[in-house]
């Protein structure tokens, strides 16, 4: 299907993933609302999804400040009456480097962001999606939330976040069904974020490939374009 006039809503846009969901469905006609800790990043990304044709909109949002993450869904609600699609994508990285080399500061800013922020975050766009004829919430969970993954180089505090979104999803699916919300999460392994607007993103890829960035996005692209009773709650990914 086509994503044209599609509203959708990106955490975490300024960079990686995020960045690269948010130019593709750009560019397929979708209204963009991106959103980054640093409105400098989230505005970038913005100007890309323009570039290609898109219509896009520019906030900032840290995920780890409650405040920060009311004055993103205020301003959001004043933007547009309705969203579509939210994605939860922002959650910020952590590499492994020794359990205990990581400052006090560092985990309990990867944990809010990541567990608290995406609950808050969902909670304060719930009304915009109620609006919507086809709202869906798509999680970037990550293998690190399957339990018994222990392949990834990510630090202990990011399993933990990705642990909560796991499991905050799995209910959440569950709860909003009977309102049409569909909740769609992604468990993809460590994967090559390449460049939407380079030459790679469009380079065929086999199975003795990593996974990329966008075999990720076309997940989404699929899951958002089935028709309303097709519920697909979740994506997991071998690890090669």
Known sequence: MGFSGLR????????????????????????????????????????????????????????????????????????????DVLVNNGAPYLDAGGFTEATDE???????????????????????????PRPDIVTMVSGCGEYGNHRSAAHEAFYAAKAAQAGFTEVLSKRLRPSGVRVISLYPPDFDDADPLGPAWDEERGTGDALGARSLVDCVRFAIGQPRDCFIKSFYFEQA
């Open 8 to 83: 959708v809503v990106v955490t975490g846009g300024g960079r990686g993933f995020g960045r690269a969901l948010a130019v593709s469905l750009g560019r397929e006609g979708a209204e963009v609302f991106v959103s980054a800790r640093r409105f400098e990043a989230a505005e970038e990304t913005a100007q890309q999804v323009r570039h290609v044709g898109g219509r896009a909109h520019a906030f900032e949002c840290d995920l780890a400040d409650p405040v920060s993450v009311r004055e993103f869904a205020e301003a959001l609600a004043e933007t547009s009456d309705a969203v």
């Open 106 to 132: 560092q985990v309990a800013e990867v944990i809010a962001a990541g567990a608290a922020g995406t609950v808050l975050v969902t909670k304060a766009v719930l009304p915009l999606l109620l609006r919507s």
